[in-house]
């Protein structure tokens, strides 16, 4: 089989669109609320995400014949949550600012359904190649949403991003304050509807 | 041969390798990681008592040198830790906190400066696990902790702390306003604040005067004579 034959293609374009695991399954929809105030941790969180599906998904793939049926969903659980110890530390011993800033986060990465539901539903099924392009996908995916909201987030409710401000300070004494209902995570949720909504409306093809 | 991968040994023996395979790798990676952690943490300490100086925006090195240069001499009482800095002459005293968020722990480091009318020079804080863009300001949100900067510490003439965070600002000169949703989370600053300094202000002193002891007299009289300036 071709490396990027038209499965194993779809298998990374899928998720990108049609079987997008925020906008079509609506999967993953906590984290993405919780990290989404700025847009760095954003961004961070989308990759660590993103590395940790593609390998649980490939070394499940890799496992997936040996796999004791009656025990799938702890040997899965025992994979992804080795991978994300292993990138909390390093996290913490090369980008130690944002490892900080992420907090929490990354540990809840265990528990996200997005993981879950990939491990499930394609890497017990599929060869490692397409396992691994299929997490790539989602993860991806899962890392645009959070990008988009993220920066909606940061940019109407701080007027700045990634830290920089974009607003100038002439609009500020204009009388122009930052929307502080920005910064909950209820507006997240909000946002998160109104992509969907625009997805649904201009992006989604059906099959 | 076909394994039966559903017989209950096989489980058991699968169960047993994968856990003993991971528990391999993870004590390997911890131990492997564990200097470059220890030394990122260290050096982030040295890098929040710089922030609560408003010395900000140093890397690694920088901060290293910086702090070499700028803390002379560090104490510790009940738990709590001192460091008696020197910028530009001035003798400020750093004192760290602990105190509960809303989460978890959150910490911090405020800086006073000023004999008879302490004031604060500057602050920095920290958490563990306060909500990003809410609680979590109290750390990220530099603003915010600009905000302590030349408040009064202490009711005058006692060892009453006057500093504190509040939803409604009476005094300006002592109080900070809240975080805008982390009200929990500011009440934990206000409460690690008042719990910090009270103790800080009896133990403080007592070090300041024992740290004063080692310096001569020119460096003493600058320390009272700036801060007053400053204050009028």
């Known amino acids: 089989m071709a490396l990027f034959s038209k499965q194993n293609k779809e298998a990374f374009t899928n998720p990108l669109n049609l079987d997008h695991p925020i906008l079509g399954q609506v999967l993953g929809i906590c984290s993405a609320l919780a990290v989404t105030s700025q847009l760095k941790p954003a961004i961070v969180m989308g990759l660590a995400v993103t590395v940790i599906t593609a390998f649980s998904n490939t070394i499940i793939s890799i496992l997936r014949n040996t796999i004791p049926n009656r025990i799938r969903i702890v040997v899965q659980l025992v994979v992804v949550a080795a991978l994300v110890t292993i990138v909390s530390q390093i996290l913490k011993a090369y980008v130690y600012d944002v490892s900080v800033q992420l907090s929490v986060y990354v540990g809840l990465i265990i528990t996200n359904c997005i ?3 990939r491990l499930e539903a394609f890497a017990m099924q599929n060869k490692p190649w397409p396992s691994f392009l299929d997490g790539v996908g989602n993860g991806l995916a899962y890392a645009m949403i959070l990008v988009i909201v993220g920066a909606v987030r940061e940019f109407l409710g701080r007027g700045s991003l990634l830290g920089f401000q974009i607003i ?3 609009c500020y004494d204009m009388g122009y304050i930052n929307n502080g209902m920005m910064t909950m995570p209820a507006m997240a949720l909000i946002l998160v509807g109104i992509v969907i909504w625009v997805h649904r409306a201009y992006f989604y093809k059906e099959k | 041969m076909k394994l039966n991968t559903n017989s209950n ?4 023996v699968y169960s047993a390798i994968l856990v003993v395979i991971v528990a391999f790798l993870l004590a390997f990676i911890f131990k492997a990681l564990k200097p470059m952690q220890d030394a990122n943490v260290a050096l982030d300490v040295k890098k929040q008592i710089l922030y609560s100086l408003n010395i900000r925006n140093l890397d690694g090195a920088e901060a290293e040198a910086k702090y070499a240069e700028v803390v002379k001499e560090e104490g510790e009482k009940d738990g709590q830790k001192f460091y008696m800095c020197e910028i530009d002459g001035e003798d400020i005293l750093v004192v760290s906190l602990k105190g509960m968020g809303l989460w978890g722990g959150i910490s911090g480091y405020i800086s006073i400066h000023g004999d008879e009318t ?13 909500t990003a863009g809410l609680g979590a300001e109290i750390k990220d949100s530099q603003a915010w902790q600009e905000k302590f900067i030349g408040k009064r510490v202490f009711v005058d003439g006692t060892q009453d702390v006057a500093l504190g965070v509040v939803k409604n600002v009476d005094d300006p000169e002592t109080q900070v306003d809240c975080v805008t949703g982390a009200t929990l989370t500011s ?7 008042k719990a910090g300094l009270k103790d800080a202000g009896k133990n403080a002193v007592e070090l300041f005067l024992k740290a ?14 700036e801060p007053k300036a400053e204050e009028e």
């Open chain 1, 115 to 117: 993981l879950m539901g």
């Open chain 1, 168 to 170: 100038p300070d002439a």
């Open chain 2, 9 to 12: 040994s096989y489980i058991i």
């Open chain 2, 118 to 130: 302490p004031t604060v020079y500057g602050a920095y804080f920290n958490h563990e696990g306060e």
């Open chain 2, 187 to 193: 009440n934990g600053v206000n409460d690690m604040i």
């Open chain 2, 212 to 225: 004063q002891c080692y310096k001569d007299a020119p460096a003493d009289s600058t320390a009272t004579e």
